[in-house]
């Protein structure tokens, strides 16, 4: 697929930032909430009006929709901020899908299932979220479903990624480490798959390339806790001597309670043999030594 007229939503976030090199070869319209430059307009996704009026305008192939509330505490202390980015804000991209024949690409989340598996979680196993977030994000790909008929749902994984402005686990496990922190510790009762944002966004610039629609998983494949992860960035890092504790998840309460499994299994894309996935240890290495290092040190 080449030269499309792509809508993001969402394109000043960690995702959202590594648009501009995945789909270099098409006709990009960046939108978040807040003007990011003159190449990133506002777009509330929340207005329905405004979504509607500049889908029409720009006429979009494909509408890459990653704007969302990602923050799973607030999401849990406002409900309703939370259902209104992530189910309304989708139902309203929808709609405008809908009335424009737009593809539409809507990335979901683990979250989304209860976490009582031992294993991953595949397409095929029943949601059942135990947080707001999971709950709207959920509600999301409901109304995605019954709107549409050309879509993508794309659950996504702990999200790794954005370099210099990575404020999210990996970002601070590795700041904490260079700057000499002795006392790490990391949760290891919690698991989930990590997913190099980098490499998920190729991966949906294939699979949208097959032309066929639905639900996948799509993950850098394995089972991993904060606490593996942690092991394995002080390895990449080569901080051999960094001490890092590992604790059950009691040390951190958190307002949204977290799910216990959360890791997904690219069940379906193994299906039709699709191996565009690397491991996550694979996937973190290369994103330490090729964008986290080169700004933290
Ligand atoms: N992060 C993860 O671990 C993870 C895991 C699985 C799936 N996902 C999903 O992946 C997608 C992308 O996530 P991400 O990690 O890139 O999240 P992110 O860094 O929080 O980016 C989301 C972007 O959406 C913006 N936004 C929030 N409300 C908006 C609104 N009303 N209208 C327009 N834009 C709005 C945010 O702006 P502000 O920052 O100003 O709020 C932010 O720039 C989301 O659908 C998320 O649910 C994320």
């Given amino acids: 697929m080449k030269n499309n007229r792509i809508l993001v939503t969402g394109a000043a976030g960690m995702v959202g930032s590594y648009v501009r090199d995945v789909f270099s070869d098409h006709q990009l319209y960046l939108t978040d909430l807040v003007e990011m430059d003159k190449d990133c307009i506002s777009l509330d ?155 998920l966004l190729n991966g949906i610039s294939k699979l949208v390339d097959t032309g066929y629609y639905g639900l996948y998983h799509m993950v850098n494949p394995g089972i991993a806790s904060r606490y593996q992860i942690s092991e394995a960035l002080s390895d990449v890092l080569e901080y051999p001597d960094v001490e890092i504790e590992s604790v059950s998840s009691e040390h951190f309460p958190t307002p949204a309670p977290r799910i216990r499994m959360e890791a997904l299994r690219n069940y379906k894309l193994e299906l039709l043999g699709y191996d565009w996935m690397r491991p996550w240890e694979d996937a973190l290495k290369d994103y330490v030594v090729s964008e986290l290092l080169p700004v933290l040190l």
């Fill in 45 to 199: 996704v929340c207005n329905p009006v405004a979504i509607i009026d500049t889908v029409k305008k720009i006429k979009p192939d494909l509408v890459l929709h990653l704007a969302a509330a990602t923050d799973v505490d607030r999401c849990q202390l406002e409900p309703d901020w939370a259902h209104t980015v992530n189910s309304i804000g989708t139902q309203n991209i929808a709609l405008a899908c809908q009335a424009t024949n737009a593809l539409l690409v809507y990335v979901s989340t683990g979250n989304v299932f209860p976490g009582d598996k031992k294993i991953e979680y595949t397409e095929f196993d029943e949601p059942g979220p135990i947080n707001v977030y999971g709950e709207s994000k959920l509600a999301g790909e409901q109304i995605v479903k019954s709107l549409l008929n050309r879509y993508y749902i794309v659950r996504a994984g702990w999200m790794i990624g954005g370099g210099e402005k990575d404020k999210k686990f990996v970002g601070k496990i590795a700041r904490m480490i260079i700057e000499g922190n002795s006392s790490l510790k990391a949760v290891n009762d919690k698991y989930g798959s990590p997913t190099y944002a980098r490499d």
